[in-house]
């Protein structure tokens, strides 16, 4: 059994998370990523929320837990949600990846509050968003190893902004 436990610590690959505030364009461009990542499992962090699970740190549990399966059968997994790191570290699955590595989407304050307020966000929330947004960019060198790149989906086509992803996947995968 040692040597099973072994063997599957040396399989480790590692997790890959696109975070971002709301409004950047996370879901939006999981069906782009599907399309030019066949082999990787995506999967949107929301999806949870929508069946009715709504405390934060159960849905990071089992989103880590599915892509942990994922990775026993040899796929990544790609999460598209806020996630921030010390949160996922604080996952029981988390010792099962190699590392965990962040992608922030970002776009500019303006945009940002047209996309929310098409959702009918009210201004508190769409305010408070925006700080979080700026909060991602001025920490992505501070906060993560490596430092988190940041993508622009302020005009960018969703294309463009999926091979930008697939680019900085497959330089870890």
Same mark, same amino acid.
Request: aromatic content about 10%.
């Given at each position: 059994?040692?040597?099973? #436990?072994?063997?599957?610590?040396?399989?480790?690959?590692?997790?890959?998370?696109?975070?971002?505030? $709301?409004? $950047?364009?996370?879901?939006?461009?999981?069906?782009?990523?599907?399309? +030019?990542?066949?082999?990787?499992?995506?999967?949107? &962090?929301?999806?949870? *929320?929508?069946?009715?699970?709504?405390?934060?740190? #159960?849905?990071?549990?089992?989103?880590? *837990?599915?892509? *942990?399966?994922?990775?026993? $059968?040899?796929?990544?997994?790609? &999460?598209?949600?806020?996630?921030?790191?010390?949160? +996922?570290?604080?996952?029981?699955?988390?010792?099962?990846?190699?590392?965990?590595?962040?992608?922030?989407?970002?776009?500019?304050?303006?945009? *940002?509050? &047209? /996309?929310? /307020?098409? /959702?009918?966000?009210?201004?508190?929330?769409?305010?408070?968003?925006?700080?979080?947004?700026?909060?991602?960019?001025?920490?992505?060198?501070?906060?993560?190893?490596?430092?988190?790149?940041?993508?622009?989906?302020?005009?960018?086509?969703?294309?463009?902004?999926?091979?930008?992803?697939k680019e900085w996947v497959l330089q870890y995968a």
């Amino acid at each position: 059994m040692g040597n099973e #436990q072994n063997s599957l610590m040396e399989k480790k690959i590692p997790l890959f998370i696109v975070t971002g505030s $709301s409004g $950047s364009g996370k879901t939006y461009v999981i069906d782009e990523l599907r399309k +030019i990542l066949p082999h990787f499992n995506i999967f949107d &962090i929301d999806n949870l *929320r929508e069946v009715g699970i709504t405390d934060e740190q #159960q849905i990071r549990n089992v989103w880590l *837990r599915v892509a *942990r399966n994922t990775a026993e $059968s040899g796929r990544m997994t790609i &999460i598209c949600g806020t996630a921030m790191p010390w949160d +996922i570290k604080k996952c029981v699955d988390y010792p099962y990846f190699k590392h965990v590595y962040y992608l922030n989407l970002h776009c500019d304050d303006e945009t *940002r509050e &047209i /996309r929310l /307020r098409a /959702r009918n966000w009210p201004e508190e929330m769409i305010q408070d968003y925006k700080e979080f947004a700026k909060w991602l960019v001025d920490h992505a060198d501070k906060k993560y190893s490596p430092p988190m790149p940041i993508v622009d989906t302020t005009v960018a086509e969703v294309a463009v902004v999926a091979a930008q992803i697939k680019e900085w996947v497959l330089q870890y995968a």
